[in-house]
Structure formats: C-alpha cells, structure tokens
C-alpha cells in the first residue's frame, strides 16, 4: 500500500472510529468508498491478510443486505462435497446494514466467512436477517433498494515508508 493524506472530510470518520479502540491501538489508515446502486453488489469475497482483522463500514444513503457464507474448503471438498453446494446453499445470514450505522467485522466473522451483497433491487427481510430485532425496519417486508455509498475504513500495518514520485513530478508524502 502506498500511503497518501486523507481528505479532511473522511479523517472525521477515520479519527472517531480508531478512538473506538478497534484497531488494536492503531489508527485507521486506509479507506475505501463505493457506491452501490440498485441492483448493484459484489460477489462473496474474503478481505485477506493484508489488512488488521477488523473491517468497519458506515453505509450512507440506502439499506443493504449484507450476506455471509461458508466459504467452499479447498483442503475437504471431496469429505464435505462444498464444490457442489451452491451459493444460497453455503449462505449462513444476512445483516441489514441501515442508513448511518457501523458495521465492525473481526475475529471468525472476518476469517471464517465469506461476505457480499445480492445483485438485487428489493431484498426481503426474513428471519435469515440476523439483527432484524435490533433495527427499524419490521420483519416480513420488503426493501426497495436506492443508492448505498459505504465508507469502509481499516487499518493497513505494511504500508510503505518511503516517498514515490509517480508521473509528472507528483510526490507522495511520507507516513
């Protein structure tokens, strides 16, 4: 990773959640902005090691379902026959990720699970919505999808140390 300043608008962000504690001392130091439209997602991934065990995200805008799954296991796929199971059939449970919440995703949610978001323009609430008793929308209905931008903010131990000149004379700071 190549460190670069934080715009001052997403260091509020960064600044509140590392006083949280949750990044074992450290300060978040990187973040990631996308934005998800209806019918938009992303396909069951894993974050991997490059960044601390611990993952937060703010969901602006829209709801999202957040889905979890078993993730298919190299080492026995011929004990469990996982190259077989289908998606739906390797997923555990949603979240439902409400207009300005906090998502924290560590320990075996972040190293046991997969997690990704349906490509869908509705998503329906149903019991498999692990936190539906903890949020404000009511339990057998429907959600219409709008546009969701999440701020996913993490902190990142190896980063580089030195400064780049990349094209044109543009420095990178140093960190």
């Not at 997403?10 to 973040?31: C, D, M, P, Q, W």
């Not at 991934?45 to 999202?64: K, R």
């Not at 509705?122 to 903890?134: F, G, I, K, Q, T």
Request: aromatic share 8%.
């Amino acid at each position: 990773m190549v460190p670069e300043k934080l715009p001052a608008w997403l260091r509020v962000y960064t600044e509140k959640i590392s006083s949280l504690g949750v990044f074992g001392g450290n300060s978040a130091n990187h973040v990631l902005v996308n934005e998800y439209k209806a019918g938009e997602g992303i396909m069951p991934h894993e974050d991997g090691p490059l960044y601390y065990p611990t993952v937060t995200t703010i969901s602006l805008g829209a709801h999202i379902l957040l889905d979890f799954y078993l993730p298919v296991d190299q080492e026995s796929l011929e004990e469990q026959h996982q190259v077989n199971k289908t998606e739906e059939q390797r997923h555990v449970f949603s979240l439902l990720l409400e207009p300005r919440s906090l998502l924290l995703l560590r320990e075996d949610l972040y190293t046991s699970y997969l997690h990704g978001i349906r490509p869908v323009t509705c998503d329906a609430l149903s019991p498999r919505v692990a936190n539906l008793e903890h949020c404000h929308a009511h339990p057998d209905h429907m959600l219409q999808r709008g546009t969701r931008v999440s701020l996913t903010i993490r902190y990142v131990p190896k980063v580089l140390k030195t400064s780049l000149f990349l094209g044109k004379g543009r420095k990178l700071r140093e960190m």
